[in-house]
T-cell receptor, first 109, second 112 residues
């Protein structure tokens, strides 16, 4: 069942700006993961945050998790054209992942 | 790097045909998964497997079956293809429960 819901559905930003997208989910989770998909190809794992963590960084990515609000956010700083992609959050609550419908990010040069 | 290889990038099949989608991973991962991806619906889990010869139904197993005879290979079978099974099919694997997934490049299946 689809658990995560990303917001917004689409985002257009200028190169160099930050991009923020949010994910809300319904039930308790073991961890939450973010993935990127370029041009309808396979998904690439970006970052995993466990239910007892509140914030995690990886390069230009920053993920937060608020289990009391059942929400997460992904921040991409100093965006580049190569960041143009769809981004999905996925919740792990029974050792298998449930994905949202994704946020499409377009970075304009 | 772990690699997940899906045998076909694009596939066109006729209604009623039996279709096999193959997926192979090369890093001894325990878990393997099949999803389908449709616009506006995200990824939906069809079947998954935690071990050889073991399979579990996901959220939308109807019309599909799977086979895992060897640890590295997980096959998705469309018993009698229908037009509503036209979709992008994504295979994934993970080392263990609670780990990130590695996805294949996907198979875009069109049933005519």
């Amino acid at each position: 069942s689809q658990q995560g819901e990303e917001d917004p559905q689409a985002l257009s930003i200028q190169e160099g700006e930050n991009a923020t997208m949010n994910c809300s989910y319904k039930t308790s989770i073991n961890n939450l993961q973010w993935y990127r998909q370029n041009s309808g190809r396979g998904l690439v794992h970006l970052i995993l945050i466990r239910s007892n963590e509140r914030e995690k960084h990886s390069g230009r990515l920053r993920v937060t998790l608020d289990t009391s609000k059942k929400s997460s956010s992904l921040l991409i700083t100093a965006s580049r054209a190569a960041d143009t992609a769809s981004y999905f959050c996925a919740t792990d609550n029974d050792y298998k992942l449930s994905f949202g419908a994704g946020t499409t990010v377009t970075v304009r040069a | 790097d772990v690699k997940v290889t899906q045998s076909s990038r694009y596939l066109v099949k006729r209604t009623g045909e039996k279709v096999f989608l193959e997926c192979v991973q090369d890093m001894d991962h325990e878990n393997m998964f099949w999803y389908r991806q449709d616009p506006g619906l995200g990824l939906r889990l069809i079947y998954f497997s935690y071990d050889v010869k073991m399979k579990e139904k996901g959220d939308i197993p109807e019309g599909y079956s799977v086979s895992r005879e060897k640890k590295e290979r997980f096959s998705l079978i469309l018993e009698s293809a229908s037009t509503n099974q036209t979709s992008m099919y994504l295979c994934a694997s993970s080392l263990g429960s609670g780990d990130g997934y590695t996805f294949g490049s996907g198979t875009r299946l069109t049933v005519v």
